[in-house]
């Protein structure tokens, strides 16, 4: 005898959706959502979707009536709870268009609680289309299998972003000049904490300064070579994680 298979199925489509969902909940799903699954997944009826809302966690849903402009789906049971992520921003100057849409979705991928983007002296961008963006930090987590979505602040100026700077999170300021070693510096920190990355160009003198007189701020160091921003951005996030993220729980757990 053949084995039932599992529902919902691993394959099963996913979505992040904007209500907050309950089990035996019934709504439609229009606009991109209905088109994705009508059109590009071509579910039928009975068939499953999973769906996520960045509160109560992951969910499994089935599908009831399919129209060419939208889908109906009915919630039917809770299969995990918003995951917990590190209380880690990365604020990261403004790229170009592709580098910092890589930045999005690899710090989503990675599991920043925030993404707060800066504006320098030396940015080639000075403005973000953050419906863009959160499009794409969203389509980052569903296909990683997220089920929590990081915050996306609007852009600022570094002053002003250090003029508000919270005093009880550190500022981990990568400097190509020269600091700590980033792996030293993250793993003997407690608390909540945030990465600098700088633009194309680095830091001005003046900027500099600036981040350094800052009592928050800790210089650190990526290592002998000078990276893009977007890698450094990568880097900074996958050394956090493992030397003082959930990466490191990870591998507690499993001990």
């Known amino acids: 005898m053949s084995a039932t298979p599992s529902w ?3 394959s099963a489509p996913r979505l992040f959706v904007e209500d907050e969902l309950a089990e035996g909940r019934t709504f439609a799903l229009d606009g991109g959502h209905a088109h994705y699954l009508g059109k590009v997944m071509r579910v039928r009826e009975g068939d499953a979707v999973i769906l996520c809302d960045n509160i109560t966690g992951e969910w499994a849903a089935r599908v009831g009536q399919v129209d ?3 889908v109906d789906v009915t ?3 809770h299969l995990r709870e918003r995951e917990s992520v590190p209380d880690l921003w990365l604020c990261p100057a403004l790229l170009k268009k592709d580098r910092f849409d890589m930045v999005l979705e690899k710090a989503t991928e990675l599991g920043t609680a925030r993404i707060q983007p ?3 002296r030396r940015c ?17 987590a569903e296909q990683c299998v997220r089920t929590a979505l990081p915050e ?3 852009p600022q100026k570094l002053d002003a972003m250090l003029r508000d700077w919270p005093t009880e999170r550190a500022l981990f300021f990568a400097d190509e000049l020269g600091g700590e070693p980033v792996a030293d510096a993250f793993c003997y920190h407690e608390g909540p904490a945030a990465i600098l990355i700088g633009p194309e160009g680095g830091f001005d003198d003046a900027e500099r300064e600036a981040i350094r007189a800052h009592p928050s701020a800790k210089p650190i160091s990526l290592g002998p070579r000078i990276l893009r921003g977007e890698t450094a951005a990568i880097a900074a996030l996958s050394v956090w994680m493992a030397e003082a993220g959930d990466w490191l729980g990870q591998a507690d757990e499993e001990e």
């Open 8 to 10: 919902p199925p691993r």
């Open 118 to 120: 800066v504006i320098t």
């Open 124 to 140: 080639v961008a000075d403005k973000l289309n953050l419906d863009r963006a959160r499009t794409l930090t969203t389509e980052a």
């Open 68 to 70: 060419k402009r939208r």
């Open 75 to 77: 919630v039917v049971e």
């Open 152 to 154: 996306i602040g609007e």
